[in-house]
């Protein structure tokens, strides 16, 4: 089948989104169990994003720069260094990553208490 670019672009826009919005909300202070998860996300990710040439590159970052996950920043920051690579790669503008701050919110207002699931 013919690629089709515009397609393309509109999946890589939604799937950075939901990955920085989904950092942005990874705890402070990790569990090792939180870590362990954030890093296997990746790894899977990496393996089943649906644009074959997009999921080989990314596995190709991911062996060069792991996951950072001792934080919500270094996770922020990890993310947008891999975007940013990809922007260069695509001849895109890089982000600036300490402005990442509260660009990514989700809206989904304060987390409810466990007990009120
Ligand atoms: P996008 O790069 O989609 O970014 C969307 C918005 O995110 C920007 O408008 C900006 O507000 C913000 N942003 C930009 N940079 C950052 C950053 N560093 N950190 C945080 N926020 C940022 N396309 C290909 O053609 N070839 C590929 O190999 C390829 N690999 C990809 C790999 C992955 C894992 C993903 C998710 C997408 C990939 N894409 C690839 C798609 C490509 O990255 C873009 O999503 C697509 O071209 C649309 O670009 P865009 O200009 O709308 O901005």
Redesign the pocket.
Known sequence: KLEN?TL??????A???F??TMVARFPDKPTDSDRKTLETFFHL??RL?P?G???R??RGMLTKYPPQTSSRNAAAGW??????M??K??E????D?TK?GD??DCGCGDDKKEADK
Do not use: S
């Open positions: 670019a393309k672009a509109e999946l890589g826009r799937t950075w989104k990955l920085h990710f990496g994003y644009c040439d997009c999921a590159h990314f993310l947008c260094a891999l975007h940013n990809v922007n790669r695509l895109k503008p890089t982000f990553c990442i660009f990514y």
